[in-house]
């Protein structure tokens, strides 16, 4: 009992704890003016990150960019100015922490969480490009891999297109940037076509005139420019012509159109005799077949 009693005096528990906060309280005091250095170059990052993207709203707004890309630099350059004010932070808080070693454990973060977040970046920089290059704008009607409808907006991720059924979807940038994409309305007319079939038996160019007689007015009501109607092919139950002509670039301009045009052709035939002709199927057989005449009864 009496060795036991002498261990713990001679080991002294409360004083060591007490030496250990004494140390931990020296290291705070001593650390003080590192640690209010860095509040203040904190405060001054806020204070930069904000001018300069004021500065940056104020430039790009001159220029007449999209709000969508003017938003996103702004992000970007806040961004930039805040990861240096904290790498210089954290230098000041931590003296043995160099910029060199900073910059080497960011390239080293930068690359796992680049491979982590590969698709996100892939759309981040998707974005970018598709807003510099400004191949499409809010309200354009576009078609890519399936999706087609009209572009509502268009961020740094994401570009949201609105499906002509009503539904709302969310195209990943990248998804646009690596597939072709058809902006149908990118000019105010875009020129449509269906195909007509006559009979054979019919005459060829008064069939032709007769389909452009009926095709004129709708295209002069559309554009300035003409109708053109080109017999193309011998079908397997008519000749065939394809009719050209120019419409407003809105699909639903365009359905209006091909609902008119589509009208005047059937009537302008029909009134001139001009047969349309269904599919013929002919068949044939290996043995002649009997031919029996079925007897009349009451």
Known sequence: MDQTTEMITQIKPFQIVTEQLQGLI??????????????????????????AGAMVLR??????????????VRKLVRLTVWVFGILIAMTILF??????????????????????????????LAGFLI??????????????????GRVEKITIRDTYVRKRSGELILVPNSHLFKNPVEILTD?????????????????????????????????????????QVFATEFNSSSIDFLVRWWVNSPPIDEHRSRDKAVSAIK???????????FPYRTLTFKEPLPIQKADDTE
């Open 187 to 227: 000019e105010p007319l875009r020129r449509v076509s269906i195909v007509v079939g006559v009979a054979y038996g019919e005459d060829v160019d008064t069939a032709r005139s007769v389909i452009e007689r009926a095709i004129t007015p709708v295209a002069e009501h559309e554009s300035d420019k003409p109708a």
């Open 267 to 277: 009537r302008a035939l029909d009134q001139s005799g001009i047969e349309i002709p």
């Open 95 to 124: 003296p043995n922490l160099t910029p060199t070693k900073l910059l080497a454990g960011l390239g080293l973060g930068s690359i796992a969480i680049g491979l982590a977040f590969k698709d996100i970046f892939e759309n981040f």
């Open 59 to 72: 430039l790009l707004n001159r220029s007449k960019a999209r709000a969508s890309l003017v938003e996103a």
């Open 26 to 51: 020296q290291g705070a005091i001593a650390l003080l003016p590192n640690l209010l250095a860095a509040l203040v170059i904190i405060l001054l990052t806020g204070l930069v990150a904000w001018g």
């Open 131 to 148: 807003l510099l290059r400004k191949p499409m704008r809010h309200g354009d009607d576009i078609e890519c891999d399936g999706i087609s």
